[in-house]
């Protein structure tokens, strides 16, 4: 009965009384295939009785990612799983260019589904890495599809891998000015080594650390951290740790 008036309050106070009681009623009975909310332009698609429910929540009711930032124009979602963030980034910033990286050939078929319908949202089939390399996924911790794990394995592997550096190149990006990362532990391998091409241009990171899965996931990523940036702001938001780089101003020139 508690959880169920949690939801119902945070229903109701993201998307008001009478579409908040809608959209509880419809998530409680399963019926969340396509459902359509209040300032998103498309509906969205979920499958029922996943961890797309769950990530939903992340995203829309616990407003984990209601970032403080200055009209970004270029974001990058590491492990976009269904795409969620990147629909919310975009239509709360409609001139943002969002590139969304997903490996899971399952969540990526749901990825396109949600963002097809929006202009300058790009999809990538892969696994984010420090190297181009081959991947393979896997429920490793038997999480569901949003703890889907990529390991390198050049032998039976079938994910192609991406390095930052490259998405950077292909779309002719010069700064980045959100990093979203839930990559599940590969955060260990993306800031172990290869970063310092990329690194310096990005100005806000927001990144789900995964120690409690594998121990020391986050050493690399603060490391990292630590080596380039001269100046940054650290804090916490829900699950995630935000790093806002104050080497960079929000100019292009």
């Known amino acids: 009965m508690r959880r169920d008036l949690v939801l119902i309050f945070r229903f109701c106070s993201n998307f008001g009384l009478f579409s908040g009681l809608q959209l509880y009623l419809t998530f409680k009975f399963g019926n969340v295939n396509q459902i359509r909310l209040p300032r998103i332009k498309h509906p969205l698609y979920l499958r029922p009785n996943t961890s797309d429910v769950p990530t939903f929540n992340?995203?829309?009711?616990?407003?984990?990612?209601?970032?403080?930032?200055?009209?970004?124009?270029?974001?990058?979602?590491?492990?976009?799983?269904?795409?969620?963030?990147?629909?919310?980034?975009?239509?709360?910033?409609?001139?943002?260019?969002?590139?969304?990286?997903?490996?899971?050939?399952?969540?990526?078929?749901?990825?396109?589904?949600?963002?097809?319908?929006?202009?300058?949202?790009?999809?990538?089939?892969?696994?984010?890495?420090?190297?181009?390399?081959?991947?393979?996924?896997?429920?490793?911790?038997?999480?569901?599809?949003?703890?889907?794990?990529?390991?390198?394995?050049?032998?039976?592997?079938?994910v192609p891998a991406i390095t930052l550096n490259t998405v950077l190149e292909k779309y002719a990006i010069r700064q980045v000015d959100i990093l979203k990362l839930d990559i599940e532990t590969s955060e260990k391998y993306v800031f172990r080594d290869n970063f310092k091409s990329w690194l310096p241009k990005v100005k806000t990171i927001v990144i789900e650390l995964h120690d409690w899965l594998e121990e020391d996931c986050s050493k690399p990523f603060f490391s990292a951290i630590n080596q380039t940036f001269a100046r940054y702001k650290y804090y916490m938001k829900g699950e995630n740790t935000i790093i806002e780089n104050k080497d960079l101003d929000f100019s292009r020139a």
Request: hydrophobic share 40%; net charge negative; proline share 3%.
């Open 58 to 158: 992340q995203v829309f009711l616990q407003n984990e990612y209601d970032l403080h930032v200055s009209a970004p124009k270029v974001i990058i979602d590491g492990g976009a799983n269904i795409g969620l963030f990147a629909v919310l980034m975009k239509n709360k910033y409609p001139d943002a260019k969002i590139i969304c990286i997903e490996p899971d050939q399952e969540n990526f078929s749901i990825l396109q589904a949600n963002t097809a319908a929006y202009d300058d949202i790009y999809c990538e089939n892969c696994g984010i890495w420090n190297k181009e390399t081959v991947l393979k996924v896997f429920d490793k911790y038997n999480g569901g599809k949003w703890q889907m794990i990529v390991e390198e394995d050049s032998q039976h592997g079938n």
